[in-house]
Each structure stands twice: as structure tokens, then as C-alpha cells.
């Protein structure tokens, strides 16, 4: 069985860019999430999508945006890059609902803004 | 707001040891607990779950434990290996899941040979 799929792995941007990342749940999970890693801030949450609807956002401002499609693949879109939005965004799926069950989390995408 | 602890930041003990990893967290009304492994530059990978109801979940040599009373957990690995080395990562689900999981800053973990 596939695991979580996270395209692409490395990207270089520049400030006032933005930035699509995809994510591929593993087959038959309904719930992807995401989350921002850096160094200082740890692990943060950034949204949840279940069956293509937003079911909670964390505390990033609304330049950070997600969205699901009918096959539960998910992208989440980042628009006027900062320089301190270089980070590892992570994906992760879950057959429910993702507070209740086991997460599955992808490789990542490693965003470096210049 | 939930706030989750790991102690220590760091460890480093020669291959064969027996080991436990701290969590703490602050709000005992959560769904769950997951320990994670993340190896350098690396995704996350789950390693075990531990729903509220229950006291401890076993998977080969790792062994967690859940005191939700207290707010905390151990994740203890028998006759640590090189290839244990890692950071690992302790996540509450709380609140309906408002916040996602809350992680805790992680132990870095160090299996000398």
C-alpha cells in the first residue's frame, strides 16, 4: 500500500512568490493535514481537510490556503512569501477524522525562501 | 490551550541500554497520544498510539505508556540499536481536534555502537 506522497521535495522560491504543494493521502483516507516545521516553532498545525471540506485551520495568517479534491488529494497554497515561511511543510492522512485516529505523514516539502 | 512537554531535549546512551523518553502535556482531556520517529531531513513515522481509554500500547522493543490523570506518557525502547538513533516526537489530539495535534519539541536520541 502507497504511503503518503508529498510533491515537490525541495523548492526554491523568492520573496512576494507563492508556492502550490501537493499532497496524496494513502488510498481510502478521507482526512489530510498539514503542518509547518521549523527549527524554533516545532511542529505547528495548519489546517485540516476531510472530504473536501475545511474542518479546522490553525493560527496562520490567510496568506496559507488549502484545498481537497474529490479524490482526497489535497494542495495548500502559500501567496506573498516571507522569508520566515521557509520551513518543512508536512502532510498527513488519516481514514477519519485526524484528532481521533492514527496519522500517516509524508516526506515533506522543504521550502526555502530567498 | 494544550502545551506539550518532552524531557529530556537530548540523550545519548551506547548501544544495548534500556531507555524512556518523557511526555507531558497540560490539559487532560484529550482523544489520544502518538509517539513519532523522525529521521534527519525526514517525514514522520508513526511508531504507536495510544487512545484515551487506554494504559499502554506495545510494538516490538518500544513499549508506551499513558497516564491521563496525570498528564503523562513514557515511551520506553528495550536494548537500544544504532538505528534507533532519531528524534523522537510525542502529539496529543485534544479539543475535537480544533488545533490538529499539539507536538512537543521532541528528544533527540543518540545510540552510541
Known amino acids: 500500500k502507497a504511503g503518503v506522497t508529498q510533491t515537490p521535495r525541495y523548492l526554491i522560491k523568492t520573496r512576494g512568490q507563492q508556492v502550490t504543494l501537493s499532497c496524496s493521502p494513502i488510498?481510502?483516507?478521507?482526512?489530510v493535514s498539514w503542518y509547518q516545521q521549523t527549527p524554533g516553532q516545532g511542529l505547528q498545525f495548519l489546517f485540516e481537510?476531510?472530504?473536501?471540506?475545511?474542518?479546522n485551520k490553525g493560527n496562520f495568517p490567510g496568506r496559507f490556503s488549502g484545498r481537497q479534491f474529490s479524490n482526497s488529494r489535497s494542495e495548500m497554497n502559500v501567496s506573498t512569501l516571507e522569508l520566515g515561511d521557509s520551513a518543512l511543510y508536512l502532510c498527513?492522512?488519516?481514514?477519519?477524522?485526524?484528532?481521533?485516529?492514527?496519522?500517516?505523514f509524508g516526506e515533506g516539502s522543504r521550502l526555502t525562501v530567498l | 490551550k494544550q502545551e506539550v512537554t518532552q524531557i529530556p531535549a537530548a540523550l545519548s546512551v551506547p548501544e544495548g541500554e534500556n531507555l524512556v523518553l518523557n511526555c507531558s502535556f497540560t490539559?487532560?482531556?484529550?482523544?489520544?497520544l502518538q509517539w513519532f520517529r523522525q529521521d534527519p531531513g525526514k517525514g514522520l513515522t508513526s511508531l504507536l498510539l495510544?487512545?484515551?481509554?487506554?494504559r499502554e500500547q506495545t510494538s516490538g522493543r518500544l513499549n508506551a505508556s499513558l497516564d491521563k490523570s496525570s498528564g503523562r506518557s513514557t515511551l520506553y525502547i528495550a536494548a537500544s540499536q544504532p538505528g534507533d538513533s532519531a528524534t523522537y516526537l510525542c502529539?496529543?489530539?485534544?479539543?475535537?481536534?480544533?488545533?490538529?495535534?499539539?507536538f512537543g519539541k521532541g528528544t533527540h536520541l543518540i545510540i552510541q555502537p
Open positions: 498527513a492522512s488519516s481514514p477519519g477524522f485526524a484528532n481521533t485516529g492514527e496519522l500517516f
Open positions: 488510498s481510502g483516507h478521507r482526512s
Open positions: 481537510y476531510f472530504s473536501e471540506t475545511q474542518r
Open positions: 490539559d487532560s482531556a484529550i482523544y489520544n
Open positions: 495510544i487512545q484515551s481509554s487506554q
Open positions: 502529539a496529543v489530539s485534544s479539543g475535537g481536534g480544533a488545533d490538529g495535534l499539539t
